[in-house]
């Protein structure tokens, strides 16, 4: 399972960014490989509809994978379709 952040850069005032994070039980070959290739494919999408991929990596001794992508204000996809339902 992934899990997205808001993360400040330390050194960059008011710098953000979506810091996804995939953890659990989904840590095996495949779902790793997904996840990189989702990053690769939003950085050749190049669209302004898709939040642009800025780095990915891992970390901590588990080798948790990460994405982070540039940070987008605005409502999520589920508060969106409260308040104007499905198009």
Partial sequence: ???VFKAQHLQL???Y???KVLYGAD???AARKRFEREAQIAARLGSERVAK???MGTFDEDGHPWNLYEFVAGQSLGQRLK???PC
């Fill in 53 to 55: 991929p800025l780095g």
């Fill in 83 to 85: 308040s104007t339902g």
């Fill in 13 to 15: 005032v008011d710098t």
């Fill in 27 to 29: 840590l095996t070959s």
């Fill in 1 to 3: 399972m992934g899990v």
């Fill in 17 to 19: 960014g979506a810091l």
